[in-house]
T-cell receptor, first 117, second 113 residues
């Protein structure tokens, strides 16, 4: 099946610094990538949807200047958490989909655990 | 808006069947899904059902959809210790054209010997 990787898997940073998380589709071209945030023992919250070569669409309540998304190619999307604060600590998961099948199956990455000190 | 609800916990004995239930509010949902998440990992799509279907079976998994009651269930036959995980019910809203998925809160399935 399709594989999506995320890097890094775990990151610890100081408050005020920026952190970049990469999401890659390894064996398929992803027309759309999604970024989710998951709090402990809670569901996934969709943060934004990104299409290659265009600006990301952010969900209501998600600060676009805080969470910068770049979908530079059909296999790579990045999420940068700018000026991170402890409340940004969370599990960030990306998913990727390619157009074609019904439904457009989302393939999920393994997640990145961010801890902001 | 759309909403997907599940019970938070389920405990079953090894070898028994597990039934995880889900209710949703969007009557125009096109697809409904069950995802599995093991500790510290991403999500794995287990199965999905199109909204005009009543039932789908795939090996040990049976999905039942009652569209009138907006109720979805996942039955796992002969539950094994490897089935311990969080199971998320999810739907694609009828208005969505971008594969957007709305997730429930997840049901933590634990297996007792």
């Amino acid at each position: 099946g399709a594989v999506v990787s995320q890097h890094p898997s775990r990151v610890i940073c100081k408050s005020g610094t920026s952190v970049k998380i990469e999401c890659r589709s390894l064996d398929f071209q992803a027309t759309t990538m999604f970024w989710y945030r998951q709090f402990p023992k809670q569901s996934l919250m969709l943060m934004a949807t990104s299409n290659e070569g265009s600006k990301a669409t952010y969900e209501q309540g998600v600060e676009k200047d805080k969470f910068l998304i770049n979908h530079a190619s059909l296999t790579l999307s990045t999420l940068t958490v700018t000026s991170a604060h402890p409340e940004d600590s969370s599990f960030y998961i990306c998913s990727a989909t390619s157009s074609g099948g019904a439904p457009d199956t989302q393939y999920f990455g393994p997640g990145t655990r961010l801890t902001v000190l | 808006g759309e909403d997907v609800e599940q019970s938070l916990f389920l405990s079953v004995r090894e070898g028994d069947s597990s039934v995880i239930n889900c209710t949703y509010t969007d009557s125009s949902s096109t697809y409904l899904y069950w995802y599995k998440q093991e500790p510290g990992a991403g999500l794995q799509l287990l199965t999905y059902i199109f909204s005009n279907m009543d039932m789908k079976q795939d090996q040990r998994l049976t999905v039942l959809l009652n569209k009138k009651d907006k109720h979805l269930s996942l039955r796992i036959a002969d539950t094994q210790t490897g089935d311990s995980a969080i199971y998320f019910c999810a739907e694609t809203p009828g208005y969505s054209s971008a594969s957007k998925i709305i997730f429930g809160s997840g049901t933590r399935l634990s297996i007792r010997p």
